[in-house]
């Protein structure tokens, strides 16, 4: 197990080829997916194209990726991402992510993402971290304004199948590195 970066009760670590069963299993969950998708996703595509994008993050970037969250006895809660959207300035990241329904409203989303930000802010040169989630998603918008970034805009996408709620929009959350070291220092 190659761990990424731990915090008092998570540890990050790189996936690896046997986390398909927990890609799926959590994607297979329509809670977890009531934002995201309407459709658990299928496990070809979990083998074949999200596990193998993730493992490609490994390769060509020490500070950036998706990573794998368990506790500290091990148990698989989700994911975390913390990377270069397309097309995003240099020095600009985007923070997500997922986890399963009983890892939810005990601060792990918080712990893992200001541990993150920290990382970033501190290790890699980052001037601004995004995050993005429905504007119906009030969980994960509490999470980003516990970990300081603030509501930028909300914007409307043109969807296929639209999910409940895409009718409200979606929202862009951002903390710069300047507004992270003004914070940290008490102002």
Known sequence: MRVFLETERLVLRRFTESDVDNLV????????????????????????????????????????????????????LGW????????????????????????WGKGYATEGSLALIEL?????????V?????????????????CGLRHVRTFHEEHENPLPGTEHGEVEYALTRDEWLTARAGG
């Open 80 to 103: 975390f991402h913390f990377r270069p959207s397309e097309d995003a300035p240099e020095g600009e990241v985007e923070l997500g992510y997922r986890l399963r329904k009983s890892a």
């Open 130 to 146: 995004t995050a993005y989630t429905m504007f119906v998603n009030s969980g994960s918008r509490r999470v980003m304004e516990k």
């Open 25 to 76: 299993e959590l994607d297979s969950d329509a809670e977890v997916m009531r934002y995201l998708d309407d459709a658990p996703t299928p496990r070809s595509k979990v083998e074949n194209t999200i596990l193998p994008s993730f493992l490609w993050y490994y390769e060509n970037f020490p500070h950036y990726g998706f990573w794998a969250a368990q506790d500290r006895d091990g148990a698989f």
């Open 120 to 128: 970033g802010f501190r290790e890699a040169d980052v001037q601004r």
